[in-house]
């Protein structure tokens, strides 16, 4: 897995703070579909088009305080079968850790993990989920990731990011991950 887009996954949420909504009833991404939250947008292509490579689909919920609770997935690429997928998500986060400004990060800014990653299942594929907060000196993101290998041995990220209350991101991820199917 490339450290360096890992990296890139586990902070597009920040490229998201100024991106508009489409609409849709679900998201058909690159191997993937889910469906969108309740009360919650599709981001246009156009608006996608304009982060890529970094998001593959962008999902968007109210906004508060100047920032849209999101949910976006990128999509990493292939990996070798053998690829031991919790190594993967710990070595991007140290990378992050040591050095955000070469993830896009403005200067200063930390990322902490808040708990333990967790193994777990998407859409019947082993995956890692974790929790992290990145402090941007601005804003304090709060993000919920889950990284898998889908049945063709592509992997995704899928991150969801909040500003203070988690309780809509938390619903949101967990109604898109309960619609997860891989094509």
């Given at each position: 897995m490339n450290i360096a887009r890992l990296g890139i996954a586990l902070l597009a949420a920040l490229a998201l703070l100024a991106v508009g909504c489409g609409s849709d009833d679900a998201v058909d991404g690159a191997g993937y579909t889910y469906d969108i939250p309740g009360g919650w947008e599709g981001a246009s292509e156009d608006e996608i088009d304009e982060l890529a490579p970094i998001a593959d689909t962008i999902t968007i919920g109210e906004e508060r305080d100047g920032f849209a609770t999101n949910i976006n997935v990128i999509a990493v690429g292939a990996v070798p079968p053998d690829t031991d997928l919790a190594a993967e998500v710990d070595r991007g986060i140290r990378a992050l850790q040591q050095q955000p400004g070469l993830f896009g990060l403005p200067a200063g800014s930390t990322v902490e993990v808040t708990g333990e990653p967790t193994e777990t299942t998407l859409a019947g594929e082993d995956?890692?989920?974790?929790?992290?907060?990145?402090?941007?000196?601005?804003?304090?993101?709060?993000?919920?990731?889950?990284?898998?290998?889908?049945?063709?041995?592509?992997?995704?990220?899928?991150?969801?990011?909040?500003?203070?209350?988690?309780?809509?991101?938390?619903?949101?991820?967990?109604e898109a991950l309960g619609s997860w199917a891989w094509d």
């Open positions: 995956a890692i989920e974790l929790e992290f907060t990145t402090d941007t000196g601005s804003q304090a993101l709060l993000q919920r990731q889950v990284s898998a290998v889908g049945p063709d041995g592509d992997a995704f990220t899928i991150t969801a990011t909040s500003i203070g209350d988690t309780a809509d991101r938390d619903a949101a991820m967990d």
